[in-house]
Protein backbone atom coordinates (compact mmCIF):
# COMPACT_ATOMS: atom_id res chain seq x y z
CA UNK A 1 0.00 0.00 0.00
CA UNK A 2 1.57 3.71 -0.99
CA UNK A 3 0.94 6.41 0.99
CA UNK A 4 0.40 9.44 -1.23
CA UNK A 5 0.34 13.52 -0.18
CA UNK A 6 -1.58 15.14 -2.81
CA UNK A 7 -0.62 18.99 -2.45
CA UNK A 8 -3.25 20.64 -4.33
CA UNK A 9 -6.69 17.90 -3.98
CA UNK A 10 -8.89 20.31 -4.65
CA UNK A 11 -7.50 21.06 -8.29
CA UNK A 12 -8.29 19.48 -11.72
CA UNK A 13 -4.84 17.42 -11.29
CA UNK A 14 -5.99 16.40 -7.85
CA UNK A 15 -9.23 15.69 -8.17
CA UNK A 16 -8.41 13.29 -10.95
CA UNK A 17 -5.84 11.87 -8.90
CA UNK A 18 -8.48 10.61 -6.09
CA UNK A 19 -10.75 8.81 -8.67
CA UNK A 20 -7.75 6.87 -9.75
CA UNK A 21 -6.36 6.75 -5.74
CA UNK A 22 -10.82 5.78 -5.12
CA UNK A 23 -10.74 3.08 -8.14
CA UNK A 24 -7.17 1.55 -6.76
CA UNK A 25 -7.85 1.21 -3.09
CA UNK A 26 -5.84 -1.75 -2.41
CA UNK A 27 -2.79 -0.34 -3.71
CA UNK A 28 -2.85 3.67 -2.58
CA UNK A 29 -4.25 5.10 0.46
CA UNK A 30 -4.72 9.27 -0.24
CA UNK A 31 -2.99 9.76 3.35
CA UNK A 32 -2.84 13.35 3.05
CA UNK A 33 -4.64 16.10 1.48
CA UNK A 34 -3.95 19.57 1.11
CA UNK A 35 -5.84 22.44 -0.50
CA UNK A 36 -5.46 26.12 -1.31
CA UNK A 37 -8.60 27.26 -0.12
CA UNK A 38 -11.47 25.19 -1.42
CA UNK A 39 -12.22 24.21 2.61
CA UNK A 40 -15.82 22.92 1.54
CA UNK A 41 -14.49 20.10 -1.24
CA UNK A 42 -11.32 19.45 1.09
CA UNK A 43 -13.83 18.27 3.77
CA UNK A 44 -16.19 16.23 1.39
CA UNK A 45 -12.79 14.64 0.31
CA UNK A 46 -11.96 14.35 3.46
CA UNK A 47 -15.16 12.59 4.27
CA UNK A 48 -14.62 9.87 1.47
CA UNK A 49 -10.82 9.37 1.43
CA UNK A 50 -10.72 9.19 5.39
CA UNK A 51 -6.67 10.69 5.53
CA UNK A 52 -4.77 10.91 8.13
CA UNK A 53 -4.04 14.17 7.76
CA UNK A 54 -5.53 17.53 5.62
CA UNK A 55 -4.12 20.30 5.43
CA UNK A 56 -5.08 24.35 4.08
CA UNK A 57 -2.78 26.74 2.39
CA UNK A 58 -4.73 29.75 2.71
CA UNK A 59 -5.10 30.57 6.53
CA UNK A 60 -7.73 32.84 5.61
CA UNK A 61 -10.16 30.05 4.61
CA UNK A 62 -9.96 28.34 7.79
CA UNK A 63 -12.89 27.96 9.62
CA UNK A 64 -12.82 25.39 12.61
CA UNK A 65 -16.88 24.83 12.44
CA UNK A 66 -16.35 22.87 9.00
CA UNK A 67 -13.35 21.33 10.07
CA UNK A 68 -14.92 19.33 13.48
CA UNK A 69 -16.21 15.98 12.17
CA UNK A 70 -13.27 15.71 9.39
CA UNK A 71 -11.01 13.26 12.50
CA UNK A 72 -7.64 13.69 10.79
CA UNK A 73 -5.43 16.13 11.79
CA UNK A 74 -5.15 19.53 10.57
CA UNK A 75 -2.54 21.87 9.72
CA UNK A 76 -2.82 25.54 8.48
CA UNK A 77 -0.60 27.82 6.16
CA UNK A 78 3.03 26.89 6.01
CA UNK A 79 3.13 24.41 8.45
CA UNK A 80 0.47 22.14 5.68
CA UNK A 81 3.68 20.84 3.75
CA UNK A 82 5.41 19.23 7.09
CA UNK A 83 2.20 16.65 6.78
CA UNK A 84 3.63 15.33 3.36
CA UNK A 85 6.79 13.90 5.09
CA UNK A 86 5.81 10.66 5.89
CA UNK A 87 4.25 9.54 2.73
CA UNK A 88 5.86 7.78 -0.30
CA UNK A 89 5.08 10.10 -2.72
CA UNK A 90 3.64 13.48 -2.91
CA UNK A 91 1.56 14.46 -5.71
CA UNK A 92 2.92 18.12 -5.96
CA UNK A 93 0.03 19.75 -8.19
CA UNK A 94 -0.91 23.35 -7.06
CA UNK A 95 -0.42 25.52 -9.72
CA UNK A 96 2.06 28.81 -10.07
CA UNK A 97 5.56 29.79 -8.75
CA UNK A 98 4.06 30.61 -5.50
CA UNK A 99 4.58 27.36 -4.20
CA UNK A 100 8.50 27.30 -4.53
CA UNK A 101 9.30 27.07 -0.90
CA UNK A 102 6.70 24.08 0.04
CA UNK A 103 8.41 22.37 -3.31
CA UNK A 104 11.74 22.97 -2.14
CA UNK A 105 11.30 21.64 1.74
CA UNK A 106 9.83 18.73 -0.14
CA UNK A 107 13.32 17.97 -2.33
CA UNK A 108 15.22 18.98 1.12
CA UNK A 109 13.37 15.96 2.07
CA UNK A 110 14.57 13.43 -0.41
CA UNK A 111 10.81 12.81 -1.21
CA UNK A 112 9.99 10.99 -4.58
CA UNK A 113 7.42 14.09 -6.05
CA UNK A 114 5.21 13.33 -8.82
CA UNK A 115 5.08 17.31 -10.45
CA UNK A 116 2.35 18.95 -11.80
CA UNK A 117 3.50 22.03 -11.18
CA UNK A 118 5.30 23.51 -14.05
CA UNK A 119 5.67 27.13 -12.81
CA UNK A 120 8.28 25.90 -10.49
CA UNK A 121 10.88 24.33 -12.68
CA UNK A 122 9.91 27.18 -15.46
CA UNK A 123 11.42 29.59 -13.05
CA UNK A 124 13.64 27.69 -10.77
CA UNK A 125 14.74 24.83 -12.83
CA UNK A 126 18.22 25.44 -12.51
CA UNK A 127 18.22 25.51 -8.99
CA UNK A 128 15.60 22.70 -8.32
CA UNK A 129 17.34 20.02 -9.95
CA UNK A 130 20.79 20.97 -8.47
CA UNK A 131 19.13 20.50 -4.70
CA UNK A 132 16.51 17.50 -6.27
CA UNK A 133 20.51 15.35 -7.11
CA UNK A 134 21.71 16.48 -3.84
CA UNK A 135 19.22 15.45 -1.29
CA UNK A 136 17.78 11.97 -3.51
CA UNK A 137 14.80 13.53 -4.30
CA UNK A 138 13.07 11.47 -7.41
CA UNK A 139 11.22 14.00 -9.91
CA UNK A 140 8.79 12.38 -12.32
CA UNK A 141 6.98 14.73 -14.23
CA UNK A 142 2.57 14.67 -14.30
CA UNK A 143 3.03 16.52 -16.78
CA UNK A 144 1.20 14.90 -20.18
CA UNK A 145 4.24 15.77 -22.69
CA UNK A 146 7.13 15.28 -19.98
CA UNK A 147 5.59 11.94 -18.78
CA UNK A 148 5.52 10.57 -22.59
CA UNK A 149 9.06 11.74 -22.86
CA UNK A 150 10.30 10.19 -19.42
CA UNK A 151 8.63 7.13 -20.52
CA UNK A 152 10.17 7.07 -24.15
CA UNK A 153 13.61 7.59 -22.33
CA UNK A 154 13.09 4.32 -20.64
CA UNK A 155 14.30 2.82 -23.67
CA UNK A 156 17.67 3.44 -23.37
CA UNK A 157 20.58 4.98 -25.78
CA UNK A 158 21.93 8.25 -26.81
CA UNK A 159 19.34 10.62 -27.66
CA UNK A 160 19.13 13.33 -30.27
CA UNK A 161 16.25 15.56 -29.95
CA UNK A 162 13.08 15.71 -27.29
CA UNK A 163 9.82 16.94 -29.40
CA UNK A 164 6.81 17.61 -27.51
CA UNK A 165 3.37 18.18 -29.30
CA UNK A 166 1.16 20.81 -29.17
CA UNK A 167 -2.51 20.95 -29.42
CA UNK A 168 -2.29 24.47 -30.84
CA UNK A 169 -5.19 25.08 -28.87
CA UNK A 170 -8.79 25.43 -29.81
CA UNK A 171 -7.76 29.17 -31.70
CA UNK A 172 -5.16 27.47 -34.03
CA UNK A 173 -6.59 28.65 -37.56
CA UNK A 174 -8.15 31.90 -36.55
CA UNK A 175 -6.66 35.33 -38.08
CA UNK A 176 -5.28 37.55 -35.41
CA UNK A 177 -8.07 40.01 -36.08
CA UNK A 178 -10.66 37.14 -35.03
CA UNK A 179 -7.46 36.29 -31.67
CA UNK A 180 -8.18 39.54 -30.96
CA UNK A 181 -11.89 38.97 -29.52
CA UNK A 182 -11.41 35.93 -27.86
CA UNK A 183 -13.28 36.44 -24.08
CA UNK A 184 -11.55 35.07 -21.12
CA UNK A 185 -14.59 32.74 -20.96
CA UNK A 186 -13.97 31.28 -24.67
CA UNK A 187 -10.25 30.57 -23.86
CA UNK A 188 -10.34 28.57 -20.38
CA UNK A 189 -11.70 25.49 -21.87
CA UNK A 190 -9.43 23.28 -23.52
CA UNK A 191 -10.83 21.25 -26.55
CA UNK A 192 -9.02 18.00 -25.73
CA UNK A 193 -7.93 18.36 -22.03
CA UNK A 194 -9.99 18.50 -18.96
CA UNK A 195 -7.52 21.01 -16.99
CA UNK A 196 -7.48 24.11 -14.80
CA UNK A 197 -7.96 27.92 -16.27
CA UNK A 198 -4.63 29.21 -16.08
CA UNK A 199 -3.40 26.47 -17.97
CA UNK A 200 -6.56 26.32 -20.81
CA UNK A 201 -5.77 29.99 -21.34
CA UNK A 202 -1.97 29.60 -21.50
CA UNK A 203 -2.79 26.46 -24.03
CA UNK A 204 -4.76 28.57 -26.34
CA UNK A 205 -2.32 31.49 -26.60
CA UNK A 206 0.24 28.48 -26.66
CA UNK A 207 2.64 30.08 -23.69
CA UNK A 208 1.81 26.22 -22.18
CA UNK A 209 4.08 25.41 -25.08
CA UNK A 210 6.92 28.18 -23.85
CA UNK A 211 6.64 26.80 -20.43
CA UNK A 212 6.95 23.16 -21.52
CA UNK A 213 9.95 23.76 -23.08
CA UNK A 214 11.44 25.01 -20.58
CA UNK A 215 10.14 22.46 -18.14
CA UNK A 216 11.75 19.61 -20.60
CA UNK A 217 14.99 21.57 -20.64
CA UNK A 218 15.51 20.97 -16.59
CA UNK A 219 13.81 17.92 -16.42
CA UNK A 220 15.73 15.82 -18.88
CA UNK A 221 19.13 18.43 -18.88
CA UNK A 222 19.51 19.05 -22.57
CA UNK A 223 19.34 21.92 -25.00
CA UNK A 224 17.83 20.11 -27.96
CA UNK A 225 13.86 20.65 -27.47
CA UNK A 226 11.73 21.54 -30.14
CA UNK A 227 7.81 21.22 -30.37
CA UNK A 228 5.29 20.09 -33.51
CA UNK A 229 1.78 21.10 -33.56
CA UNK A 230 -0.70 18.20 -33.24
CA UNK A 231 -4.14 18.92 -33.49
CA UNK A 232 -5.59 15.32 -31.97
CA UNK A 233 -3.71 15.50 -28.49
CA UNK A 234 -2.98 11.83 -29.05
CA UNK A 235 0.85 11.48 -29.33
CA UNK A 236 1.74 12.97 -26.01
CA UNK A 237 5.23 13.41 -27.25
CA UNK A 238 8.22 12.19 -29.01
CA UNK A 239 12.33 11.31 -28.36
CA UNK A 240 14.10 10.74 -31.58
CA UNK A 241 17.20 8.80 -31.31
CA UNK A 242 20.71 9.20 -32.17
CA UNK A 243 20.31 6.78 -35.00
CA UNK A 244 16.90 8.48 -36.44
CA UNK A 245 14.35 6.08 -34.38
CA UNK A 246 11.57 7.73 -33.15
CA UNK A 247 9.98 6.88 -29.71
CA UNK A 248 6.55 8.51 -29.21
CA UNK A 249 3.52 7.53 -26.40
CA UNK A 250 0.11 7.54 -27.88
CA UNK A 251 -2.99 7.05 -25.80
CA UNK A 252 -6.61 9.15 -25.76
CA UNK A 253 -6.02 12.52 -23.96
CA UNK A 254 -6.62 12.26 -20.35
CA UNK A 255 -4.68 12.95 -17.60
CA UNK A 256 -5.58 10.15 -15.22
CA UNK A 257 -2.53 8.12 -16.92
CA UNK A 258 0.21 10.36 -16.84
CA UNK A 259 -0.79 10.78 -13.00
CA UNK A 260 -1.28 6.77 -12.62
CA UNK A 261 1.88 6.37 -14.12
CA UNK A 262 3.65 8.70 -11.69
CA UNK A 263 1.82 7.55 -8.78
CA UNK A 264 2.42 3.23 -9.86
CA UNK A 265 6.14 3.64 -11.23
CA UNK A 266 7.42 0.87 -11.71
CA UNK A 267 4.51 -0.52 -11.56
CA UNK A 268 1.68 -0.08 -14.02
CA UNK A 269 -2.03 0.38 -12.85
CA UNK A 270 -5.34 0.44 -15.28
CA UNK A 271 -6.81 4.44 -14.70
CA UNK A 272 -10.40 3.87 -16.71
CA UNK A 273 -8.94 5.52 -19.96
CA UNK A 274 -10.97 4.80 -22.86
CA UNK A 275 -9.83 1.89 -25.25
CA UNK A 276 -7.70 4.03 -28.33
CA UNK A 277 -10.03 4.39 -30.93
CA UNK A 278 -7.61 3.97 -34.64
CA UNK A 279 -10.19 4.94 -36.64
CA UNK A 280 -8.89 8.21 -37.48
CA UNK A 281 -6.07 10.22 -38.83
CA UNK A 282 -3.13 11.84 -36.70
CA UNK A 283 -2.07 15.26 -38.37
CA UNK A 284 0.66 17.66 -38.19
CA UNK A 285 -0.23 20.85 -38.77
CA UNK A 286 2.39 23.90 -39.71
CA UNK A 287 3.81 25.99 -37.18
CA UNK A 288 2.11 29.88 -37.67
CA UNK A 289 4.87 31.38 -35.57
CA UNK A 290 4.64 34.77 -37.15
CA UNK A 291 0.51 35.00 -35.02
CA UNK A 292 1.78 32.24 -32.65
CA UNK A 293 5.02 32.93 -30.95
CA UNK A 294 4.61 31.86 -27.52
CA UNK A 295 7.16 28.77 -28.25
CA UNK A 296 9.95 31.17 -30.09
CA UNK A 297 10.00 32.61 -26.30
CA UNK A 298 10.59 29.55 -24.72
CA UNK A 299 12.87 28.64 -27.34
CA UNK A 300 14.73 31.60 -25.87
CA UNK A 301 15.04 30.67 -22.52
CA UNK A 302 16.32 27.79 -23.20
CA UNK A 303 19.44 29.01 -24.85
CA UNK A 304 20.01 32.27 -22.72
CA UNK A 305 19.02 30.57 -19.02
CA UNK A 306 19.46 32.37 -15.68
CA UNK A 307 16.60 35.00 -14.79
CA UNK A 308 14.49 34.05 -18.41
CA UNK A 309 12.40 31.65 -17.10
CA UNK A 310 11.32 33.90 -14.14
CA UNK A 311 11.36 36.87 -16.27
CA UNK A 312 8.99 34.93 -18.67
CA UNK A 313 6.12 32.89 -16.29
CA UNK A 314 5.82 36.20 -13.92
CA UNK A 315 5.10 38.37 -17.02
CA UNK A 316 2.93 35.64 -18.34
CA UNK A 317 0.93 35.22 -14.89
CA UNK A 318 0.57 38.92 -14.94
CA UNK A 319 -0.72 39.37 -18.22
CA UNK A 320 -3.33 36.14 -18.02
CA UNK A 321 -4.38 38.33 -14.84
CA UNK A 322 -5.09 41.21 -17.07
CA UNK A 323 -6.98 39.13 -19.71
CA UNK A 324 -9.09 37.33 -17.06
CA UNK A 325 -10.04 40.99 -15.92
CA UNK A 326 -10.62 42.36 -19.37
CA UNK A 327 -8.00 45.05 -19.36
CA UNK A 328 -6.03 44.04 -22.01
CA UNK A 329 -6.82 42.11 -25.26
CA UNK A 330 -6.06 38.34 -25.90
CA UNK A 331 -3.17 38.51 -28.03
CA UNK A 332 -1.58 41.18 -25.93
CA UNK A 333 -0.58 38.49 -23.35
CA UNK A 334 2.30 37.00 -25.65
CA UNK A 335 3.25 40.55 -26.91
CA UNK A 336 3.77 41.65 -22.94
CA UNK A 337 5.53 38.51 -22.26
CA UNK A 338 7.99 38.83 -25.78
CA UNK A 339 8.18 42.84 -24.79
CA UNK A 340 9.31 42.24 -20.57
CA UNK A 341 11.62 39.34 -22.05
CA UNK A 342 13.22 40.92 -24.33
CA UNK A 343 13.81 43.97 -22.30
CA UNK A 344 15.42 42.71 -19.23
CA UNK A 345 19.07 41.90 -18.72
CA UNK A 346 19.56 38.03 -18.41
CA UNK A 347 21.23 37.34 -14.75
CA UNK A 348 22.15 34.53 -12.91
CA UNK A 349 20.30 33.85 -10.05
CA UNK A 350 21.22 31.00 -7.73
CA UNK A 351 18.04 31.27 -4.53
CA UNK A 352 14.92 30.83 -4.35
CA UNK A 353 14.44 34.08 -2.39
CA UNK A 354 16.08 35.97 -5.55
CA UNK A 355 13.49 34.36 -7.89
CA UNK A 356 10.52 34.93 -5.75
CA UNK A 357 11.49 38.71 -5.53
CA UNK A 358 12.13 39.04 -9.19
CA UNK A 359 9.06 37.54 -10.05
CA UNK A 360 7.18 40.28 -7.50
CA UNK A 361 8.36 42.85 -8.98
CA UNK A 362 7.76 41.38 -12.56
CA UNK A 363 4.20 40.66 -11.97
CA UNK A 364 3.81 44.48 -9.78
CA UNK A 365 5.84 45.88 -12.88
CA UNK A 366 3.31 44.57 -15.69
CA UNK A 367 0.08 44.94 -13.85
CA UNK A 368 0.70 48.39 -12.81
CA UNK A 369 1.49 49.50 -16.35
CA UNK A 370 -1.52 47.81 -17.70
CA UNK A 371 -3.88 49.44 -14.97
MG1 LIG B 1 1.10 19.49 -20.94
Known amino acids: ?84 YDCDTVLFSVVGADALYDLMRLIRRGKRIALANKECLVSAGNIIMKEAKRCGAEIVPVDSEHSAVWQCLRAGGEVQKIVLTASGGRYYRMSKEELDEI ?136 AVKLFCERRIKFTDIAEIVKRELYSSDVREIDSIDEIVRLHEEIKNKIYMNNL
Open 183 to 318: TPEQAAVHPNWKMGKKISIDSATMMNKALELIEARWLFDTTNIDYVVHSESVIHSMVIMKDGAIFAELSEPDMRLPISIALSYPQRTPCGIKEFAFDRPLTFLNKREDVFFAPCLGKYCILKGGSTGATLDAANEA
Open 1 to 84: MKKIAIFGSTGSIGTQALDFIGANERDFKADVLIAHGNLDLLVRQAEKFRPSAIGLLDESAYNKDKLSNVGAKVAVGREAVELC
